[in-house]
């Protein structure tokens, strides 16, 4: 009985040890169940596909062979004797699209895929689930490259999981889209949109116009000029590296807005023809194509023809949205063509266009995506909208018989910012910043949607615009030092957001939980290590800060398997020579502390602090006063005086800012007065309000005669403006 009992006691152990190494898995499977066997993967095991699984079965040596150091035969066979990883398909087993099964044994590994996508996706599971080191591209010695029985049955949620490269804004060379692609196919994303054209540049080679890549492909002058641009034998090297991994590679050529580079190429494509350059500042240009012109079909259906040759996806992205209609309006070309067609407005003529190039599109069997101004109205043909902003244009989208892929501002935009944290990357700011769990939270079904209409939502697709790449000189690279900034930069913002995005768009939904999601990830951040991928380092979690003996106690978790937290106390910038955290830490003052995670020296995190109560506001200056609705009158304006001694310390000028910080009224604010010992010196006397929305709120006043000793005071004309629930606070600073 004892020797049972210890074996049972043993098997449930081990059995919760390998549902731990299950819960690395991300996307999360649909069904896995450990078997309590283990799989020894040895130079001996060998690689054994059926049908025309040859390519993948090359595949899946070349991700084995380079950290084990070991040559696997690889073999077209229906069974052998000893230890083997074989790949099929098998169309008898019901297994959904893309979808797998994985069984690991003490003899075998064995992947069934429906299709070779199915196959593909089964690998990447597979390759998790060996020790971390298996994405090395060198040898890795003295590791125990074993693999947790078990019995997997997974496939996707959605049918697409997509990301989107901006090469026009900034040029990604060949090998940064080869790398992308790399870190997309380890979380099963199968869309890649290439962004080839904008304003800023034309990415992509076409024969019939050699000047689009001339010309258009490069601004700036002189030293200055930067660009570049795929050939049609990069593209091609592009499409069959991603095809084999499940990617499917979706070109955009936009129309009608976005488009200056290629009229800075061919001004003839325009309405006015006037002469263009590429800009090298970002902006929205108003010139558009000519829609009154048949060259511009001419141009398009030729344009089209090159491309859908060099990319075999069913989708061509077009773009559609921002167009400014002023060019059109003044056209004589487009306003006879409206008019011939009886047309209301230069909306109806982009819907027009739009139609068009849907037609030119459908000769090669190609299937129209756009932002979803496309799907707004007028396309009787079926097209996918990529809801970026305004989540009714989905709904009347899918009434409409479009598809949609939802690409929301507030979720799937990876050029913000993860954090507001000081010493966050440059970044995007027109947004909020959008957190990993933010991301995470994303549910592509619609609210509102009827059922009949759910199958028309395809999945979720991250951006990653590169405007920011040249406002000014932060982000540029430095090309004698062969300097990868920008790269860098583009893997910070992507990784670990998309690993979330990829498990939105695969796991079931009762599946998905944010804090077994984070859990799972603290062995990624070493894959993405391993493997090359730059990522954000996260902040120590917080799991609690309470107030223990006139102190406050701060319990912290490590996230990132393998990394230290160092923590400071004495209000300094914590650092990698800092304290390393073992145990709950007590401090008097929560400004005080702080704590980063410290992967090696060269890589941490920002900083996990407590903000003081106006942190945000601090470039506003010293805080001089606080309002709240005891001191505001209600409708009437009224003094509220405020005591800036010791803070106007010399001559010069100042500024006294308003900033609303909760309620559900705003302040107005008629003029403010300022006086030295009670005297009046000088006034600043405008208009000006803070609220959910803030205007004029910074008032400016200068002091000439400034006496050391000298009580100031400013009084201050403020009412609510339809009550006085209103809370906030003022700041004073020397310009």
């Known amino acids: 009985m004892k020797k049972t009992t210890f074996l049972i006691s043993y098997l449930l152990i081990f059995s919760n040890l390998l549902q731990l190494q299950a819960q690395d898995l991300i996307p999360k499977p649909e069904s896995f169940k450990t078997n309590g066997e283990v799989f020894q993967l040895t130079s001996d095991v060998k690689i054994i596909y059926s049908g025309e699984l040859k390519k993948m079965a090359i595949y899946l040596e070349e991700s084995l062979s380079p950290a084990t150091g070991w040559d696997f035969d690889i073999i077209k066979t229906e069974s052998l004797l000893g230890s083997t990883i074989s790949i099929s398909i098998d169309n008898s087993k019901n297994i959904e699209t893309e979808g797998y099964q994985l069984s690991i044994t003490n003899k075998s590994v064995t992947i069934v895929g429906s299709n070779p996508a199915g196959v ?15 994405y090395s591209k060198q040898r890795q010695k003295n590791v125990d490259w074993k693999i947790e029985g078990a019995e997997i049955t997974d496939a996707p949620l959605y049918p697409w999981r997509g990301m989107m490269l901006d090469a026009s804004r900034y040029f990604y060379d060949k090998d940064y889209v080869l790398h992308l692609i790399d870190m997309m196919a380890m979380y099963k994303m199968n869309v890649l949109h290439l962004h080839l054209i904008d304003d800023a540049g034309w990415r992509l080679e076409i024969k019939k116009y050699p000047k689009l890549t001339s010309v258009g492909a490069w601004r700036g002058e002189g030293k200055e000029r930067v660009g570049g641009y795929y050939t049609q034998e990069d593209i091609k090297e592009i499409v069959k590296y991603a095809g084999l991994r499940n990617v499917d590679v979706i070109p955009e050529i936009e129309i009608p807005a976005h488009t200056l580079a290629a009229i800075a ?11 263009k350059v590429v800009p090298a500042q970002h902006f929205i240009s108003r010139d558009l194509y000519c829609v009154g012109k048949e060259s511009t079909f001419e141009f398009l259906e030729n344009v089209f023809k090159e491309t859908f040759e060099l990319f075999p996806s069913k989708y061509l992205h077009v773009g559609g949205d921002e167009a400014r209609y002023d060019r059109w309006k003044e056209c004589e070309h487009c306003q006879a063509l409206k008019n011939e067609l009886g047309l209301e407005s230069e909306k109806d003529l982009q819907v027009y266009f739009t139609k068009r190039i849907q037609k030119m599109a459908a000769k090669y ?27 009714s244009k989905a709904v009347s989208g899918a009434e409409n018989g479009h598809d949609l892929v939802m690409a929301l501002t507030g979720y799937c935009y990876f050029d913000v910012a993860e954090s507001a944290i000081p010493g966050e990357v440059k970044a995007a700011t027109w947004l909020k910043p959008i957190s990993l769990e933010k991301v995470y939270s994303l549910n592509p079904m619609i609210e509102g949607l009827d059922e009949k209409f759910k199958p028309q939502v395809l999945g979720a697709h991250a951006t990653l615009w590169s405007d920011q790449f040249i406002h000014g000189t932060i982000l540029q690279e430095i090309a004698p030092i062969n300097e990868n900034r920008s790269e860098k930069y583009f893997d910070y913002l992507t990784f670990p957001r998309m690993a979330a995005l990829a498990e939105v768009c695969w796991t079931p939904r009762n599946l998905q939980s944010w804090d077994d999601f984070e859990k799972r990830m603290k062995t990624h951040y070493n894959r993405f290590d391993v493997a090359g991928f730059g990522y954000r380092v996260p902040q120590p979690k917080l799991i609690s800060k309470k107030e223990v003996e006139l102190c406050f106690e701060i319990v912290l978790e490590n996230v990132v398997n ?59 200056g010293k805080l001089v006063a606080e309002w709240n609705p005891g001191n505001i ?20 000028i100042y500024e006294l800012a308003f900033w609303f910080t909760g309620g559900t009224h705003r302040l107005e604010i008629e003029k403010i007065e300022v006086f030295k010992n009670g005297d009046k010196i000088t006034e600043d006397n405008h208009p000006a309000f803070t609220g959910g929305k803030s205007k004029n709120n910074i008032y400016s006043f200068e002091i000439n005669n400034y006496e050391t000793g000298a009580a100031f005071t400013i009084k201050a004309k403020v009412r609510g403006d339809i009550g006085n629930n209103s809370n906030g606070a003022v700041f004073i600073k020397l310009k």
């Not at 593909?120 to 298996?134: A, D, H, K, Y």
């Not at 001004?267 to 002469?275: F, K």
């Not at 003052?589 to 506001?617: C, G, M, W």
Request: hydrophobic share 35%.
């Open 633 to 652: 009158n209600r409708k009437e304006f009224d003094v509220f005086e405020i005591n800036v001694t010791g803070k106007v310390d010399q001559n010069g």
């Open 365 to 391: 069997g190609k299937t129209i995506v756009g932002w979803d101004e496309i799907i707004e109205r007028g396309l009787e043909n079926k097209a996918v909208g990529m809801v970026w902003h305004d989540q």
């Open 120 to 134: 593909f996706n089964g690998i990447q599971t597979l390759l998790q689930m060996l020790p971390v080191e298996i």
């Open 562 to 620: 393998g990394a230290e937290i160092r923590y400071s106390t004495d209000g300094i910038p914590a650092n990698v020579y800092s304290e390393i955290y073992t145990s709950p830490v007590k401090v008097e003052n929560l400004n005080q502390f702080q704590a980063i995670t410290v992967v090696n020296r060269h890589q941490y995190s920002l900083p996990l602090y407590f903000p003081e109560k106006y942190d945000k506001f601090k470039k506003y």
């Open 265 to 275: 190429a061919y001004p003839w494509l325009s309405c006015t023809g006037d002469e």
